[in-house]
């Protein structure tokens, strides 16, 4: 199993940037694929950005896209969304998730495929 426990989330400005991290425990995380994703009140649940198990392969969802940079440290069992340039649409509950990558080094972007959840941090971009 893996817990996952977010931190980094606040206040900031339009403009500003945020820097989110996911910490994991269990021994086996470089064999789970990662993502974020958020969700706004009134709003479902909503892919922010992947990474693989290697971290060799990454991807962010068109809304932040140019925006975001998802990374990992496997050597620290923790995961990263750095966010710049941020909106008031960026303000949302934002959620670490883990599913075990069997094979290969794949990309996962759908909710239903994630195992474990976080239990969220809190971003709020005040305009």
């Known amino acids: 199993q893996v817990q996952l426990v977010e931190s980094g989330g606040g206040l900031v400005q339009a403009g500003g940037s945020l820097r989110l991290s996911c910490a994991a425990s269990?021994?086996?995380?470089?064999?789970?694929?990662m993502a974020w994703f958020r969700q706004a009140p009134g709003k479902e649940r909503e892919f922010v950005a992947a990474?693989?198990?290697?971290?060799?392969?990454?991807f962010c969802a068109d809304s932040v896209k140019g925006r975001c940079t998802i990374s990992r440290d496997n050597a620290k069992n923790a995961v990263y969304l750095q966010m710049n340039s941020l909106e008031p649409e960026d303000t949302a509950v934002y959620y670490c998730?883990?599913?075990?990558?069997?094979?290969?080094?794949?990309?996962?972007?759908?909710?239903?495929?994630?195992?474990?959840w976080g239990q969220g941090t809190q971003v709020t971009v005040s305009s």
């Open positions: 998730a883990a599913v075990r990558s069997y094979t290969g080094d794949g990309l996962f972007t759908r909710t239903e495929l994630f195992d474990y």
């Open positions: 269990g021994r086996t995380f470089s064999s789970y694929a």
């Open positions: 990474i693989s198990r290697s971290g060799g392969r990454t």
